[in-house]
C-alpha cells in the first residue's frame, strides 16, 4: 500500500479490502469491512498533516524527560 | 453493622482506626449484600469470599501485631480482571484464559494490600478491554442499559455498593465512560503514575490503571496508595510526593480557572448539554471563572491516532491468541484483532510521530487555566447493545492527561451523567481538589440507584 497526502481514502479502503481477502478470506473480509472502513479513514486522516522531521522520531511514550524513570 | 457497604472508604477507615468496626465485619457487610443483589447486576467475574475473609483476619492480626499508618484498612476493593491478584484466575473474558491463575499479585493489587485493603474479587470487563462487545453487566440504575465499558463490573459494582473502590483501566475511554454511566467518580491517573505491572495490556502506549469510588475523597485517598514508581513497568515516571489524599478534601484557595471544551458541548445530546449549562452556571455562582477554548485539533484526528496506535499494537499483543482460537474472540475483538494486522507499519510510525506534535499543540490549551471541562459522555446510558461513547474521554488519554468525572444530575432522567476534568500532565494533585470542589457543588452526586 502506497501512503503518502495525496493518498484517497478510497484507495487506502481498497488496499485494505485486498489484504484482508488475501489474509483472511473472503467471508472475513465482508466481517471485517466496518473496521476496515473506521481504520482506512483514520489512516488517510493522519496522512493529511504533513510533519517536518523532529531530531527525536517517532515518539516517546507520554512520559516526559524530566519524570521518566532511569 | 449490616449496613456497613452503605459507607464511604473514607468513613470504614475512620471506624477500623478507632476499633469500632473489624475489617472481618466490613468484608461480611459487603459480601452478604453482594450476595442479594449480584444476580441483579452481574459485576463480579469471580467473588473470592473465603480468600477475603482470611485477608481481613490476617490484616486484624496484623495490625495488632505492627502498628502503622493503614490508610485503607479493611476497605473492601474490585478488581478489574485485566490485573492479576494472586489464586485467581484472569481471564479477561476469554475462554480459554478460564484456568489461568495468577501466581503474583500486579502491583496496584499488592500496594492496595499493603495499605490494608482487601481485593474480595475480579470485575467483568469487555473482552481483552478493547473493542465494543457488551458484557453481561447491567447497569446499577437500568438493568436494560449498558454500565459502560470496559471496566463494566467496576463501575457497576461501586454504584451497587458492593464495594467503595474499584480498580479499572482505560486506554481510550474504559474507566471514566462506565463511571460516567453509572453516577460514580472515575480518576485516570496520568500515565506513567500508576504502574501496569501484572495488567494484560490492550495497547501500551495507551493502557492506564485507575480508580473508581462513590466520591472524589475515596479514590484519592486510594491514589495516594497506588501511586508508585516502578522499574517493572518501562513506562512507570516518578512525580513529586504530592499530597494526593489531602487534595482531595475539597478546598480551593483561589477561583479556579476552567476551559470549557465547546466542541464536545455541541457533540453531546440535549439533556446532557443543559446538565453541563446547568453544573457550569454553578460553579460559575461559586466563583470558578470560565473561558471556552477550541481543540487545535480535531477530535477526529486524535481518535484517528489512537484507532492507528491502539489497533496496531492490540493485533500484536493478541496475534496467537487469534491465531489459536478465533471464533472464542467476540465479533468487536476479532475484528480489531484481524484488520490490525493490516495496518502498515509506516501508518503506526506516521500516527506515533503526529502523537508528538498533536501533544506539544494540546499541552498549550492548559496554559493559564486549572482544567478543561466537558461532559464525560455524549448522553446517559444507552441501551445494553452497545458500550457508549468513548470520544469525550480518549482524546486525553492519547497524550497521557490525568481526567476525572463526577457525577451530574440529569434533568426527567433517572440515569446519570458525568462532568470530566482534564488537567495538565502530571497535576493529578490540582485535578483531585478542583473535582472535590466541584462535587460539594453539583447537585446530585449523593444520589444512588435503586
Not at chain 1, 471485517?32 to 482506512?40: D, W
Not at chain 2, 477475603?52 to 492480626?61: I, K, S, V
Not at chain 2, 492490540?314 to 476479532?334: E, H, I, K, V
Amino acid at each position: 500500500m502506497r501512503l503518502d497526502s495525496s493518498v484517497t481514502e478510497d484507495s487506502i479502503r481498497e488496499a485494505l479490502t485486498r489484504d484482508a481477502a488475501a489474509t483472511w478470506g473472503g467471508d472475513r473480509a465482508s466481517a471485517l469491512q466496518p473496521t476496515i472502513n473506521r481504520f482506512a479513514r483514520s489512516i488517510w486522516l493522519i496522512y493529511q498533516v504533513q510533519l517536518e522531521p523532529l531530531s527525536e522520531e517517532p515518539d516517546q511514550p507520554a512520559v516526559g524527560p524530566r519524570t521518566r524513570m532511569d | 453493622m449490616d449496613d456497613l457497604f452503605e459507607l464511604s472508604a473514607t468513613a470504614m477507615v475512620e471506624l477500623v482506626r478507632r476499633g469500632e468496626v473489624s475489617p472481618v465485619e466490613l468484608v461480611s457487610s459487603h459480601l452478604a449484600h453482594i450476595s442479594q443483589t449480584e444476580p441483579d447486576i452481574l459485576a463480579w467475574e469471580t467473588l473470592d469470599p473465603d480468600g477475603a475473609l482470611a485477608a481481613a483476619r490476617l490484616l486484624e492480626r496484623n495490625m495488632r501485631a505492627r502498628p502503622r499508618d493503614w490508610p485503607l484498612c479493611g476497605v473492601p476493593v474490585g478488581i478489574k480482571d485485566t490485573l492479576h491478584v494472586r489464586g485467581l484466575p484472569t481471564r479477561v473474558g476469554f475462554d480459554p484464559y478460564r484456568d489461568s491463575v495468577a501466581d503474583e499479585d500486579a502491583a496496584v493489587v499488592e500496594l492496595l494490600r499493603n495499605a490494608g485493603a482487601i481485593p474480595i474479587g475480579k470485575t467483568v470487563t469487555v473482552q481483552f478491554a478493547w473493542a465494543d462487545d457488551p458484557p453481561q453487566t447491567r447497569n446499577p440504575w437500568d438493568a436494560t442499559r449498558t454500565p459502560g465499558g470496559s471496566s463494566s463490573g467496576s463501575a457497576a459494582a461501586v454504584a451497587a455498593k458492593h464495594v467503595p473502590i474499584a480498580i479499572g483501566t482505560q486506554a481510550g475511554g474504559s474507566l471514566l465512560r462506565p463511571a460516567s454511566y453509572c453516577g460514580v467518580v472515575g480518576l485516570k491517573p496520568t500515565f506513567g503514575r500508576v504502574s501496569r505491572y501484572g495488567l494484560m495490556p490492550t495497547t501500551w502506549s495507551f493502557d492506564h490503571v485507575g480508580v473508581l469510588g462513590r466520591s472524589v475523597q475515596d479514590v484519592g485517598l486510594v491514589l495516594d496508595v497506588i501511586s508508585k514508581a516502578d522499574a517493572r513497568d518501562s513506562y512507570s515516571a516518578r512525580f513529586p510526593a504530592d499530597d494526593l489524599r489531602g487534595a482531595a478534601l475539597g478546598t480551593h484557595d483561589a477561583a479556579p480557572r476552567f476551559g470549557v471544551v465547546d466542541e464536545f458541548l455541541e457533540l453531546a445530546d440535549e439533556a446532557v448539554r443543559d446538565a453541563t449549562s446547568d453544573a457550569l452556571e454553578r460553579l460559575t455562582a461559586g466563583g470558578a471563572v470560565i473561558s471556552h477554548i477550541k481543540l487545535p485539533a480535531s477530535h477526529e484526528l486524535v481518535l484517528a491516532v489512537f484507532a492507528v496506535i491502539s489497533c496496531s499494537e492490540g493485533a500484536a499483543t493478541y496475534a496467537d491468541d487469534r491465531a489459536q482460537f478465533p471464533t472464542l474472540f467476540r465479533d468487536g475483538a476479532r475484528a480489531n484483532a484481524e484488520a490490525g494486522q493490516l495496518i502498515p507499519a509506516t501508518a503506526y510510525v506516521q500516527a506515533s510521530r503526529l502523537r508528538r506534535r498533536l501533544r506539544t499543540s494540546f499541552a498549550e490549551l492548559m496554559r493559564g487555566i486549572d482544567a478543561l471541562v466537558c461532559p464525560t459522555t455524549s448522553t446517559v446510558a444507552p441501551p445494553r447493545a452497545t458500550i457508549g461513547d468513548f470520544r469525550f474521554q480518549s482524546v486525553w488519554s492519547v497524550f497521557g492527561y490525568p481526567a476525572l468525572t463526577v457525577p451530574l444530575a440529569v434533568k426527567e432522567q433517572r440515569l446519570p451523567a458525568g462532568l470530566q476534568f482534564i488537567a495538565s500532565y502530571g497535576n493529578d494533585v490540582g485535578l483531585l481538589r478542583l473535582g472535590a470542589w466541584a462535587e460539594s457543588i453539583l447537585p446530585g452526586h449523593n444520589r444512588v440507584p435503586r
